[in-house]
């Protein structure tokens, strides 16, 4: 008799932004006069660039045509594109071999598919709050996984704690869901944890892109991070890739584990079970790296970047405190009247009809917390913070 996956009953019963559109659409069903304004999943609204757009015409074009037609492509993704990313490493300083970087169909799935690597037996380490796939692919695979606690004290960036023993360690920064993002020095510590520990550690960067004050961009700017480090990063918030999916994943060579190297298996696992992202998606996404790319994905980055400031300027206004905002796009909120995460989320949705994402989603420690996105539309985020002002302010 098939044995399910039992593991599967310790998972929530589902996943944190379908519950959250769930609940929207049932207000929007029962009240279809009251349009709601959305600044819950991190979803990006600005067209895909023209460049992007450009490059992916000419790549359907090829398609069209016996000469430059393509079939299959490498399972580990084009070299223009492979080449085009180390660049962008390179000229921050960072030196990658192009067989250490991987494109994917974005960072979301290689989080999962990632832990095909390790043991059942490895120990998780996470931030709470968290961004919940962490928890919920290895919850599926059955992993032990214990918490840092993030929180107001420290800034929401806890730090290791030599007495605690883990395999694998999380770490997002610019942190999704709280905006914080960690300095070069706490970086350090936590590659000098990793080290001793024997661990390694999967460096979300998806929104490496919003650092503006000369912050860490990539785990790789910190010394040996090459020995411990896995470092998955993402189109989707640099260039508006969420619906378009490409993303990649930088697995170094110097990563070896019981004599085993995890570039290795990787590739193996990619080769076995991925057939790689599509010719035309990754024509698009090399187009990201060309001059007028970058140009037009700046001018992107500005508008969400300004987003973010018109919502703190508005949490100041309103005396709430909160984190995130400045080198990223989500405003992590303290819920005033000491409401719980879900009381803010109904009063917000049932007052101002402005959705957000609560806090208590992301983990224990999100509990009294909210999370506001900058990718919205300006006439969304504007509208949002007006009536945000007036029922907080009341
Ligand atoms: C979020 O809202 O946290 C993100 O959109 C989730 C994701 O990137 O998968």
Redesign the pocket.
């Known amino acids: 008799m098939l044995k399910p996956n039992l593991c599967y009953q310790n998972l929530a019963e589902s996943y944190l932004?379908s519950t959250v559109a769930k609940k929207v659409s049932a207000y929007q069903a029962a009240n279809p006069d009251k349009p709601v304004l959305r600044l819950?999943?991190?979803?990006v609204t600005l067209p895909l660039a023209p460049a992007v757009i450009e490059a992916m015409h000419g790549a359907v074009d090829e398609m069209s045509k016996k000469e430059t037609f393509k079939g299959y492509g490498p399972e580990q993704g084009y070299p223009f594109l492979k080449e085009s990313i180390r660049g962008y490493y390179a000229r921050r300083g960072v030196a990658l071999e192009s067989d250490e970087i991987f494109i994917s169909d974005g960072?979301?799935s290689d989080c999962g598919n990632i832990l095909d690597l390790f043991d059942k037996d490895n120990v998780v380490l996470v931030p709470d709050p968290v961004?919940p796939?962490y928890v919920d692919t290895n919850t599926m695979a059955g992993r032990k996984i214990i918490y840092a606690s993030a929180n107001k004290e420290n800034g929401f960036l806890p730090m290791p704690d030599a007495s605690v023993d883990a395999d694998i360690i999380y770490i997002c920064s610019p942190n999704?869901?709280t905006g914080a993002s960690y300095s070069k020095a706490q970086l350090e510590k936590w590659v000098e944890y990793a080290l001793k520990k024997n661990a390694v550690i999967l460096y979300d960067a998806?929104y490496e892109c919003f650092v503006t004050d000369g912050a860490v961009r990539s785990i790789y700017e910190i010394e040996n991070a090459k020995k411990c480090a896995i470092e998955l990063c993402?189109f989707?918030?640099t260039a508006g890739f969420?619906g378009t999916r490409c993303g990649y994943t930088v697995v170094p060579e110097a990563l070896e584990f019981s004599g085993m190297s995890l570039r290795k298996m990787w590739l193996r696992r990619q080769t076995t079970k991925f057939n790689g992202v599509s010719y035309i998606v990754q024509k698009g996404a090399a187009a990201v790296f060309t001059p007028e790319g970058e140009k037009q994905i700046a001018e992107n980055l500005a508008y969400y970047r300004e987003n973010a400031k018109i919502i703190a300027d508005c949490m100041d206004e309103c005396g709430v405190f909160y984190t995130g905002g400045k080198n990223s796009p989500y405003i992590w909120l303290e819920c005033p009247k000491g409401m719980t995460s879900w009381e803010f989320f109904d009063y917000l949705l049932e007052n101002i009809q402005v959705v957000g994402?609560p806090g208590s989603g992301f983990g224990k420690n999100g509990e009294g917390f909210f999370r506001l996105?900058a990718f919205g539309s300006r006439e969304t985020t504007l509208e949002a913070c007006k009536r945000l002002k007036t029922l907080l302010k009341k």
């Open positions: 932004f819950g999943i991190g979803d960072a979301k961004y796939v999704n869901p998806a993402s989707s918030k969420t994402t996105t």
